[in-house]
Structure formats: C-alpha cells, structure tokens
C-alpha cells in the first residue's frame, strides 16, 4: 500500500492517457444542482458537493463555506466520479473511468457519482494539480482567473474537467426551506414534515420531505372560488437566492380521479408566486393537472427581509352550487434550497 504523496502521485501520474475517455450514461431527466465550494484551512483541500446536508456538516466542523463553485445538470450521459484517499484525507474527481479504475486500483475508495458534466459544454471547470502538497493537490473552477493565477504560482495546467451549465457565484450557506422556522403560516399550506403523500411527481421522482411545500385538503364550494395559502419566513437580507422544482402530485391527481365526473368538473389553473418585501418577484401558472413534466425555478432574493410563497385557489371543481373535497392546488414545491 502506498502512503500520502507517493500514493497521490502513482494514481494521478497513471492516468496521463485516460483523461479524455468519459463513461456514457442514459439522460432520464432535466434540473440543475447548485455545486457548492468549501475549502478546508488545515488540510488545504477544496470539496465540492451538491448535498445541501454535507455542506452544512462541513461548515459545522470548521471548514470554510466559498460559495456556488457553478451549476451543474441534475443529470446528463457524462458523470463526474468522487474518489477519496484515506491515507491523505484528499478527494479526487474525474469524468475518465480509466482514472476512476487506476485510482481504485491504488488504493482510493470509490464513492461512486459526485455530479454530471454539461454535455454542452457550456461552463469549462479548469483542472489544476500542485506537485508540491499531499492534499489539496487539485483545484477545479470555472473561474479564469483563478486558474490563470494558480498556474502563474507553479500549479499544473491540467485543461479541463469537466462542464457546468452555469458559473459560480457568491452565496449564503444553504438551508431546506423545511429547516426555516416561519414567521407566518396558513391553515391551509404545509411545509416539510407536515406534508403527507406529496412526495412523487408523475415521472416517480421523489422529493426530501425536508424541502417540500404542499397545500393542504380543504373544501371549496364554487368554481369561482379562490383560497389563497402561503407561508412567510423572516430572512433578514441573509439569502441571495432560492430555488427549487415545481410538479404535478401524484397522490394529488388519485384524488381527483376518484371524486370527478368528467363531464360537470372543470380544470383551473395553477398559481404559484414568491413574493419579497410584498414585491413580486416570481409566478408561474404553466403546470395543470392533466399536464405532465416539472417546471425549475430560480429567484434572486439579495436584500429581502420577509419572503413569502403563495398559492392561490385551484384544482377539480364542480358547479356553483355543490360541494367537493379537494386540495387548494395541485402543484407542490419541491427541493427548495434557499442560499
């Protein structure tokens, strides 16, 4: 078994010819995932993760949070593996499943898929390697400068890692919007582990409970009926942005199924809006219950005090003058991060 440098540089040094040779993988779905950049001051290591939960972890143990490093695809056919070396503590990450093997090979530990690569190509995240550590012997940005800078100072230009479909950016810690403590909350709205059955969108993508905001069952008597529902947080100018996937319930649309005479219900729309200082910042009414599909969204929200998310007054509904179980909206909100 090789140690520290030695055992670094057999891997890397290995791999000269293998760079270039990604594995293909089948494409099932579209989202993006904000890639977050920590740096540890005692190791020297950079980490990168899109796991909203090990960043935070990190952070809690004394490694220093650097923002979004970039954006990358929540899935594409180039997968980014994470390898790690228990004898430096270091992490390495590669697109070339020759490198994955010959590190493997030498005794690094395969923690399997990091991220996937933009098969676009839109972001370059620049590869550098310093010969002269045995941790933090790699750094990947997307930014040229850095890289330029980290070159000048004797860091080896290795080109190109991989590819974001979007930069870095500065950015607050993130937190699950289930992990924020409201400061005003409707009967009628859930949020986080209040939610019950809301977990699955028609393409059986399941979403953490933890980020999820869901209406609640209530009754409405008319088709002309609107109840509104939201959900206020007190974010104090701390945030920059929040983002998350828009969807279609499943357990929503059973409901409806069983209760509806096709001929007397109608179709209403959906309204989802997020609100900052009472300014509206975002509204989407695209998704409907019979549609399919998820629909991202991302929302800048740098100098915002009070943020609000609305639903407003929709679903199956009969005519005026009959009642019917059903639920405000058919839409949730799912991983929603706000960072």
């Not at 937190?175 to 400061?183: N, Q, S, V």
């Not at 028609?202 to 509104?228: F, H, Q, W």
């Not at 549609?291 to 991202?296: E, L, T």
């Amino acid at each position: 078994m090789f140690h520290g440098k030695t055992f670094a540089l057999i891997c890397i040094a290995g791999l000269a010819l293998g760079l270039l040779m990604p594995v293909q993988v089948e494409a099932a779905s579209s989202g993006t995932v904000n890639m977050y950049r920590l740096y540890n001051p005692n190791s020297g290591e950079h980490f990168y993760t899109g796991d909203v939960d090990e960043t935070v972890t990190l952070t809690k143990i004394g490694w220093r949070f650097e923002g979004i490093g970039w954006v990358a695809p929540k899935i594409s056919s180039t997968p980014v593996y994470r390898l790690y070396n228990p004898n430096t503590g270091d992490h390495h990450y590669t697109t070339s499943s020759s490198e994955r093997q010959t590190c493997i090979r030498f005794g690094w530990e395969d923690e399997s898929i990091g991220w996937y690569s933009d098969d676009s190509q839109r972001i370059p995240l620049y590869r550098e390697y310093n010969p002269n550590v045995e941790t933090g012997t790699h750094n990947y940005t997307s930014n040229s400068g850095e890289h330029n800078y980290l070159v000048s100072l004797g860091w080896r230009d290795e080109n190109i890692g991989w590819y974001g479909i979007g930069e870095g950016r500065s950015s607050a810690i993130p937190r699950r919007l289930g992990d924020l403590e409201p400061i005003s909350q409707g009967d009628f709205i859930g949020v986080g582990t209040d939610i019950e059955n809301m977990d699955c969108d028609y393409d059986g993508n399941i979403y953490d409970i933890n980020t999820l905001i869901c209406p609640k069952e209530v009754m409405m008597s008319s088709a002309t009926s609107e109840r509104e529902v939201s959900v206020e947080y007190f974010l104090n100018q701390k945030y920059n942005n929040i983002s998350g996937t828009l969807y279609i319930p499943i357990s929503s649309a059973v409901i409806y199924e069983q209760d509806r005479d096709a001929d007397e219900y109608i179709q209403q729309s959906n309204l989802f809006e997020i609100y900052g200082d009472e300014r509206l910042l975002y509204s989407d009414s695209s998704l409907t219950l019979s549609g399919r599909g998820v629909k991202q969204f991302s929302v800048g929200v740098s100098g915002v005090k009070v943020l609000r998310i609305k639903m407003t007054g929709l679903g199956w509904q009969k005519d005026e003058n009959s009642w019917l179980r059903i639920r405000t909206a058919t839409l949730c909100a799912g991983d929603v991060i706000i960072s």
